[in-house]
Nanobody, 126 residues
């Protein structure tokens, strides 16, 4: 069964770094863009970053530009989210997701993503 599994979350202090991983199983990783979203309590799900299959296109939400970096290792069916200079407002559950279609033009709409992981908690203390 195709699935995405996130890992790497945890409790850190403001200014620290974390690297999240999104491991894919099954045949659902090849040729598809992968995105990261986050959701804090009481808030809507927010686009964080996305990357196309060849890693030639990367997209970021405004709140993380310059601090977060997305990458992927297709040989290992894994996408990474490197998070630097973390802030308390980055606290959320982080989800990775695959787009519905291989073609993707950088939409921040979660409705364009059709297969989701279970999420990993990131907590940043001040």
């Amino acid at each position: 069964q195709a699935q995405l599994v996130e890992s790497g979350g945890g409790l850190v202090q403001a200014g620290d770094s974390l690297r999240l991983s999104c491991a894919a199983s099954g045949s659902m990783f090849n040729n598809y863009p992968i995105g990261w979203f986050r959701q804090a309590p009481g808030k809507e799900r927010e686009f964080v970053a996305a990357i196309n299959w060849s890693s030639t296109m990367k997209y970021y939400g405004d709140s993380v530009k310059g601090r977060f970096s997305i990458s992927r290792d297709n040989a290992k069916d894994t996408v990474f989210l490197q998070m630097n200079s973390l802030k308390p407002e980055d606290t959320a559950v982080y989800y990775c997701a695959r787009t519905f279609h291989p073609s993707y033009s950088g939409s921040h709409d979660s409705g364009d993503f059709g297969l989701w992981g279970q999420g990993t908690q990131v907590t940043v203390s001040s």
